[in-house]
Structure formats: structure tokens, C-alpha cells
């Protein structure tokens, strides 16, 4: 025991890690919740924050004020590097510490995904991928910088690959982020330049999948497709990138030169398996029991993207709303168990069903025998998204950006922020001309 009042540490302060902690509200006992970052992201509209219609503070909060209603719980920013589960701590690295061993008596484990680039890690330079707050930033960078570079550019014939964007992979994300980039184009941005017109960017999305939103059922899959090549995305399935380079991408042996490449594939779990060195799935997420705790382990839970579990012989998807129960479920049975209760019965999952937006006012929802494409399924979309966002104020901000970005087809952020320095050029071949004494057409 770490001291007098059982200590509950929580690592993650995303959709399982905050559902726990709060769980955890009235417990007695000392929760302690660590993230390598100040924030609780809402990663669904990361898509919105990378094409500029939200900046990000109006989808990320600071933990510690998400919680500061909740006296027994301490947020620490720091970044967890391992685990002993025998002597029953975790290692914490901080600005100037490393190795800091801070004890548990309960553990939740909730330290979600990063990117895969299925064994090619040299695409990352090129194909930056959207997780966290600071990849949004720098996707809505490049493709801003993109058309501030072909503005700039004097020779035409250049326009075409600068302004070429290219989005490898169709599942939710994918397909967010091709609606988004077509309607900024068409909408936002049409008539703010002279030397280009930015309603000529060519938007392609591939995936080595048949359709696109695997997941969801063909007609949906198809409504999606439809939609995306009515607002004139160019839709190439059944081949992956081979190559992603400095000039763009190589499929099926062709060449698609592009300045932005943006990675919206695969995922990988966080090391959470390797810490604890216990049994994985192929993907290396940990194998849970029934209760999410680890085998052999009662005191020790993992939940959401980094888990893995069945139920009724599928495996759970890596979904926002498997993380937020999964969370709540460990949350409730350690303020059981701490209350003297007995532990409840195995966690299952209530599917609430899946969306995904497809530009502008047009979603596809599956939601048990409910099928829906259009507007309707827009509406709901909208009214989940701001549902779950986590505190009112940002729920009000969204919801009038949205208005907003709506009525006037203008952008919450259009910004683009160097954090690292203030170069202009984005990585390629050839050099951006800035002369802007003559202007051609
Ligand atoms: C672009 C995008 C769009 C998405 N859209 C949808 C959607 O529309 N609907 C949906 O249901 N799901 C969506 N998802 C998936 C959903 O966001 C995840 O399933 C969900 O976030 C998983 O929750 P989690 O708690 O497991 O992990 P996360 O929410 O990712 O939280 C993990 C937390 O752990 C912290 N962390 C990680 N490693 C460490 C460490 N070593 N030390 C300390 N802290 C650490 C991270 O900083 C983070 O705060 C989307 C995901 C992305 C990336």
C-alpha cells in the first residue's frame, strides 16, 4: 500500500483514463491521473482542426480542470515508461526527472494508439498522421502552406502537383478529412487568390480496401463514395501506396505528384503489452479478461484502444465509445471493490452505432437495423459530437463555429503556425519562387 487511503494511478487522460477518474468521483481513495499531455483531446473533430474550421482549443481541455471539481484526484503531467507489476508501480518520466517510480494499489491502463505505417516507418516524413493536437496543427500547416507555395509559384505548370492532396487510407478518418479538404477549397477559399484557382485542387483518397468505410455496411459505403466524387474527390481503391516520397506517391506504379501526403491508415497500440509483458493480440494490444483486468493481475485494467477483447466472438473496435465504457466499467468495479462490494458481472459493450461525415451537412449513420445517409444523419452527427465533447463551453463554441463556418463558409482558424522556427517551405524538390513583382494568371 502506498499509504493510509489506496491510491488508484489511471495512465491517460483520454476517453477511458477521464470515464475511470470520474468513476472514480466519490471513492475513498487517492486517484492519481497521468498524461504526457495537459489535455484531453476530442480526436473525432481532429479533422476539423486539421482543414481549419475549429482551432485547437475548442476540442481540447486541460485535465486538471475537467477534474478540478474532483478532490481526490491529482493530475500529473508526465510520461508513464513503464511498469512493475510485482512490486505494483509505474515509471514516470517529467521535465527533469526519469524512472520515478510512483506506487499503486489499482492500475487502469489507458494509453490508446499511435500510427502504423505497417512496417514502413520512412513514409512518416512525408505522410505526417493525425492523432494528437500538434499533428492537426501541422496537416492544416501543409495544406494551407500548400496554396500560400502555389500562389507564390510563377510557373504553372507547378500549380497542378502543389496543389495535388493525397490521403492514404478511406476508413473514417480518410474520408473526414477528403469531405473537409474539398468543401475548404470549394467554399473557403475560391475566391481569396489570383495567381491560382484553389477549386482546381485535385483531392485523391486511397485505400488498398474495395470500398471505402469498411466498417460500415455497402449501401452506406457506397452513399459515402457517391458523395465524395459529387464534391470531386477522386476515389482509387483496391491498391495502397507502394512508395511515398518527397514527390508525392507511387500506386499500382503510378506516380501521383503531390507536396501533401496525408497518412489517415493504420494505427498501433501504445506499449502498454510490453510493460507488462503479458500476452498480446497480433496487433499488440492486451489480451483482457472478461472484467478488463489483466490475467493474474486483478488489480491491474486496461481499457480502450491499447485493449483487446471479444465479445460474441468479434473483437471490440477501437472506438471512443468501447473506450468511455470499458473506463467507467474498471472505474465502478475499483470503487466497489474499495467500498467492500463484490465485483459486478463481465463488462459488455452497448453499440450505439457509428458515423462519419462526408462534407458539408452529409453524414452516414449504422446504428442496428437504422441505416441513414443525408442530412438527418448530419443532424445526428452533430448532436452526438457536441453531446460528448467534454465540458459546455467548448459544446457552445463548436456549435457557433458550426453555425458560422454554415452561414458564411469561413473558417475558425486559418492560421498557419510554425511552431519550430519560421521556415516557409515545405519539404520538395525544387525551390518556391517568391517574387511577387509580376503576377500571371
Ligand atoms: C482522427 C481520429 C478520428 C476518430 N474518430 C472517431 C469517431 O468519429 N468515433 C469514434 O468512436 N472514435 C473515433 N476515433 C477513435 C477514438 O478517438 C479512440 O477510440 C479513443 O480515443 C480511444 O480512447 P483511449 O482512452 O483508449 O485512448 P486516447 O483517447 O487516445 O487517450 C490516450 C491518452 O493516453 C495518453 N498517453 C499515451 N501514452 C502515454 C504514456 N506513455 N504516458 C502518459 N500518457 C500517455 C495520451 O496522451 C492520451 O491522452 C478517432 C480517432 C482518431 C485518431
Same mark, same amino acid.
Given at each position: ?43 473525432? =473533430?481532429?479533422?476539423?482542426?486539421? %482543414?481549419? *474550421?475549429?482551432?485547437? @482549443?475548442? #476540442?481540447?481541455?486541460?485535465? +486538471? $480542470?475537467? /477534474? ?5 484526484t491529482i493530475v500529473i503531467l508526465g510520461e508513464v515508461t513503464g511498469v512493475d507489476k510485482d512490486k505494483k508501480c509505474v ?75 493525397? =490521403?492514404?487510407?478511406?476508413?473514417? %478518418?480518410? *474520408?473526414?478529412?477528403? @469531405?473537409? #479538404?474539398?468543401?475548404?477549397? +470549394? $467554399?473557403? /477559399? ?252
Open positions: 500500500m502506498p499509504g493510509s487511503v489506496p491510491r488508484v494511478v489511471i495512465v491517460g487522460g483520454g476517453f477511458g483514463g477521464l470515464a475511470a477518474a470520474r468513476a472514480l468521483k466519490n471513492a475513498p481513495a487517492e486517484i492519481v491521473l497521468i498524461d504526457r499531455v495537459n489535455h484531453h483531446l476530442f480526436q473525432p =473533430l481532429l479533422y476539423q482542426v486539421a %482543414t481549419a *474550421v475549429l482551432a485547437t @482549443g475548442q #476540442i481540447g481541455s486541460p485535465i +486538471r $480542470n475537467i /477534474l478540478r471539481k474532483q478532490k481526490n515509471f514516470v518520466k517529467d521535465a527533469d526527472r526519469t524512472g520515478v517510480p510512483i506506487p499503486y494499489d489499482f492500475l487502469v491502463l489507458a494509453t490508446g494508439v499511435t500510427h502504423s505505417y505497417f512496417g514502413h516507418n520512412e513514409f512518416e516524413r512525408f505522410a505526417p498522421g493525425l492523432k494528437s493536437l500538434a499533428d492537426a496543427v501541422s496537416v492544416r500547416n501543409k495544406i494551407l502552406q500548400a496554396f500560400e507555395q502555389a500562389e507564390a509559384e510563377e510557373d504553372p505548370s507547378r500549380h497542378r502537383d502543389l496543389l495535388t492532396f493525397v =490521403l492514404v487510407g478511406a476508413g473514417p %478518418t480518410g *474520408v473526414e478529412m477528403a @469531405g473537409a #479538404i474539398a468543401v475548404l477549397v +470549394r $467554399n473557403t /477559399l475560391k475566391s481569396e487568390f489570383r495567381r491560382i484557382n484553389p477549386e482546381k485542387a485535385r483531392i485523391v483518397l486511397l485505400d488498398m480496401a474495395p470500398r471505402v468505410l469498411g466498417t460500415f455496411s455497402e449501401h452506406l459505403s457506397q452513399a459515402a463514395k457517391a458523395r465524395l466524387e459529387s464534391l470531386g474527390v477522386e476515389v482509387r481503391l483496391g491498391n495502397g501506396a507502394d512508395q511515398i516520397d518527397a514527390e508525392g506517391v507511387i500506386v499500382a506504379g503510378e506516380r501521383i505528384s503531390s507536396q501533401t501526403v496525408i497518412w489517415t491508415a493504420g494505427v498501433a497500440p501504445s506499449p502498454a503489452g510490453k510493460w507488462l509483458n503479458v500476452t498480446t493480440d497480433r496487433a499488440g494490444r492486451v489480451r483482457v479478461q472478461q472484467d478488463v483486468s489483466v490475467p493474474g493481475y486483478p488489480e491491474v485494467f486496461v481499457v480502450g484502444d491499447t485493449a483487446s477483447l471479444d465479445q460474441d466472438g468479434k473483437p471490440l473496435p477501437g472506438v471512443a465509445q468501447v473506450a468511455i465504457q470499458q473506463g467507467r466499467y474498471a472505474g465502478n468495479l475499483i470503487h466497489r471493490v474499495l467500498s467492500g462490494k463484490s465485483r459486478p458481472g463481465p463488462f459488455r459493450y452497448f453499440d450505439k452505432g457509428n458515423m462519419a461525415v462526408v462534407g458539408k451537412g452529409f453524414a452516414v449513420l449504422q446504428s442496428g437495423k437504422v441505416h441513414l445517409s443525408g442530412f438527418v444523419a448530419w443532424l445526428a452527427w452533430a448532436a452526438v459530437h457536441l453531446q460528448f465533447l467534454a465540458q459546455s463551453s467548448l459544446r457552445l463554441s463548436v456549435f457557433l463555429q458550426w453555425i458560422w463556418t454554415c452561414i458564411t463558409g469561413q473558417r475558425g482558424s486559418r492560421l498557419i503556425v510554425n511552431h519550430h522556427g519560421g521556415e516557409l517551405r515545405t519539404q520538395g524538390p525544387q525551390e518556391t519562387h517568391l517574387e511577387l513583382a509580376k503576377t500571371s494568371k
